[in-house]
């Protein structure tokens, strides 16, 4: 269950950083294109892996709901750490 | 919806792009019902905590970890009702859920009312025991969770037709709202603090786009709940306006066992134990919700044996038994493909098999959903504030006062209503009303408030007001009842601290938000209110 | 807002939103069902749906419908325009809901 979010949580900084604005905030500049994409990726597969963990824990049907759940809730705390960041 | 769009000439509306005849669309559709939507959403949120609030507000309630044994208890229950209610054409226990406390529930249908005029029977049961839990009256988590379709105040039909008018615009706005924004993707993550209005504008997206499933599932879905209510035109023109039309047509939908008629031969029924054990050799490893007797000492008397679902299904399945020969009648008949879906769907609305961990994110959702509303109504005001200089219309002003009145005015009120369980007599009449009557009374008082003060004053006070109330809550459980945090945390009555330790956490939190609120105007100065509210943190 | 002067503009402007409220919330709702009658009769007629199906169906996506009708009648430039389209097909509809009904 816990699992579920922590991947969420990770697919929404991948995919955060592999944004030009996002990542000038956190490192100071934008990361090469080879870097975007693997970022890219790993965020893809993460939330690939956060939806299987729903629904092994859950079932598919209440998985689903808990996996957008999750990444409501990780998205949040991604846009919350880079509002910080930027302060 | 994207800021730049919405400044040009009104007139060009209908002659712009799409775009900006959206964003029209969006504020308007969005705006007209908002407080009535903010409203819904905050009640509806408190709604997902219903059976834990009822708890709390009954402190009488003793902290129950029985096990269940069915049979016995189930039979004991019965005895019960059939000392205390012996003429009745239906009886029915319920089992506690897994949130709930171990209470059992009873009720009875009287035949002939009561001393009090009551038509039915409705008691807690200590399981252990076989006696009745006396508590306060109160409406408790329930109240607050009817609300969120059926207000209050208004008759139940008027009501259920205003939020689904309500509801509808708020799926319109929600749809002109994704074609409005220009960069959903881009935009993901961006959350400018202290830009001004432009804050509140990525706290409004961020508070939609990021909950977007959300957003979408539960304003669709509680249209499905009133589906032939909300939108009888297709049915009215293929099949007719009849009321039987409709009724056959539910009962297609969603097929059920008719209960036979009462025969009025008395009749001798079997105990209940058989039938139980029927029903979990068939489930082996379910929960069951109900056991109900339709006609009890009737020669025509149906048991009938509940569980709860499973997965996202809403109804779990009934066993149906002849009450006198202890037969098992026929399974429940399948429902047809769409009758699925949209039962599926409105089982994502309730989630009702949530456990607390989906629990908790289906309150911070709904709580998103409020958010999303009061940043939109605010960025309105903001947005006309800002093409004004010197005073606004009276049109502007009134919206600000009313969303304060309204976004710190509603919790204030719920505020109240919990402060109202523990001071208002024990032994008053029509106690649960005057709960209610209370939020009400402070609700009203709240808007009041707000178009009395200067604005930003008004702010001020009434988030450090709300806060001070929810900080408080706690310390004044611990004074009136025996059941405050001192003792929960000890006895693992989870249900109650937690309801303390968030009221404290809630009061907390909103008393960083009244810090970060600007200090109110020199008198001198003109008044620029909402110009200098803070910018977001987590969406209002 | 608007400072185009002239209360021409404004007054027209009142009655074009006001005139397309009318249009989306009465002729909106009525277009809907109408045409997800019609569909939900002639899914009955083929045989691919029973009627109380077909019904639930149309009326459970009649929501969605009425949004997006409900778009394109604010979004259309020419009010006249949409009058029209919405009277012409609304008729046909109701033809078509009488063949049905009757045939």
Redesign the interface.
Known sequence: MIIGLLTALGAMMCLAVSQNKHARTMFARPLPQLVRRVLQSLGGLLLLVSAWAGAQSYGVGIGLTAFCAWVCLAAWMVALILSWRQR | MDDDDQVK???????GG?RQ??A??HTWAGLVLSLLLYFVFITGSFGYFNTEITHWMQPEMPHLQAELNVAEQSQAALDHLQRVAPDASRYLVRFPSERANGAIRVFANLKTPDAKGARNLNQLIDPDTGSPIEARSTGGGNALYRMHYALHYIPYQAAVYTVGVAT?FM??AI??GI?THKKILADFFTLRVGKGQRSWLDAHNMSSVLALPFMLMIT?SG??FY??Q??P???????GAEQETFR??NR??YPRIENPQATGDAAQMVPVAGPLETAQALWPDARLRFLQINHPGDAAATLSIGRWPEGIARRGEILYFDAVSGELHERMPAQ????V??SATMSLHEGHFADYYLRWLYFLSGLLGAAMIATGSLLWAKKRRN?YRGRPPRSIRFVERANLGTIVGLPLGCAAYFWANRLLPVGLDERAAWELHCLFVVWALSFMHAGARELRCAWREQVGLLAGLFMALPLLNALTTDVHLGVTLGQGDWVRAGFDLSALVFGVALLFVRRRLPAPEPRSQPIIAMDSLPSPKIGG | ????DGAN??T??RW?VAA?CLLALVGG??W???C??VI??SLARLGWM???????????A???G???L??WI????S?RRVTGLLLGSGGALCIL?VVLHTA
């Open positions: 000439g009104q007139e060009e509306t209908f002659h799409f005849s959206m029209w669309l509808l799926l319109l749809f002109t074609v669709y249209l499905v589906t032939f909300y939108s035109g297709v049915a009215v023109l293929s099949l056959t047509l297609y939908l047809p493909p769409s009758s879906f949209a093409q | 807002m608007g400072r185009r503009v404004a027209s402007y074009q397309r709702v009525l809907v069902s109408a997800g009658a939900s009769l029973s009627m109380p199906e077909g019904v639930h169906i149309m009326t459970l009649s929501f969605i009425w949004c997006a409900g778009m604010f979004y259309a430039p009010l809901l």
